[in-house]
């Protein structure tokens, strides 16, 4: 039974509550000592970067062989988003803070206009958050994606295997949300807030989400007793 009401990062000002059964929690390895030894670090192309991925106990390590070719005109950016530091030399990406990962396979394909590419390409997608401050008032937390990319099938299955493995030990991470939205919030936006920042956010974390707008003074806390009474009904049937 949903026994807890939780605040999006960001959202609570705008109107937007949510309700689980329950709330992220540690991850074991980050308690316990770690008892296996790293993963082994195949070379990859991570954002258009070559790097090496090493998946430890508590986060994917990566290690980048060189500066990303576009890092001279970006100087402005690490100061505002430091997890898209394109000079960094490395990287943590705890499993924490991953909300999804996803192999994708894509082929490949030539023209007189582009050069040819492999066959086919590996890719994972890491779907995480960047921290970046805004003149130090508070930290701001945005979407970030992390491609991982091979031509060779091998290295990428191998990697996204021991990400999956790491990530289902979150055993309490919540699979379905009740979001009530209060549409006098936010100055009346609190649905395109929603629809804009955080429904994607829910999808890419495979969250199922029940949505209901709250319609006067009151009707969150009906609505809530509704559906947990709708709930039990069902689980004692």
């Known amino acids: 039974m949903m026994d807890n009401l ?3 990062p960001g959202t609570a000002a705008s109107g937007i509550l949510t309700a689980s059964s329950s709330t992220m ?12 030894p790293p993963s082994l670090s195949p070379v ?6 070559t790097a090496s991925v090493t998946c430890t106990g508590e986060s994917v390590f990566i290690n980048y062989a060189s500066p990303a070719p576009w890092a001279c005109v970006s100087g402005c950016l690490p100061r505002f988003f430091p997890g898209l530091d394109p000079r960094r030399s490395s990287e943590d990406v705890p499993y924490s803070e991953i909300l999804s990962a996803q192999l994708c396979v894509s082929k490949g394909s030539s023209s007189l206009l582009t050069p ?11 779907c995480t958050f960047v921290r970046s401050s805004s003149n130090g008032k508070r930290s701001l937390w945005e979407p970030r994606v992390i491609r991982v990319t091979s031509p060779d099938r091998e290295p990428v299955e191998r990697c996204m295997a021991e990400i999956q493995r790491h990530l289902r030990g979150f055993k309490e991470r919540p699979k379905s949300l009740l979001v009530l939205i209060n549409p006098y919030g936010g100055k009346r936006k609190a649905a395109l807030v929603y629809e804009r920042e955080v429904k994607p956010v829910f999808e890419k974390a ?19 007793c509704r559906t947990f009474e709708s709930i039990d009904s069902i689980l004692k049937i």
């Open 25 to 36: 929690s540690r991850h074991p390895s980050s308690t316990m000592k770690q008892s296996t």
């Open 44 to 49: 990859l192309m991570v954002d258009g970067r």
């Open 206 to 224: 495979g969250i199922q989400v029940l949505l209901r707008t709250t319609r006067c003074s009151g009707d969150a806390k009906d609505t809530v």
């Open 116 to 126: 040819a590419v492999p066959e086919e390409t590996y890719e994972i997608e890491l």
């Open 6 to 8: 939780l605040s999006t």
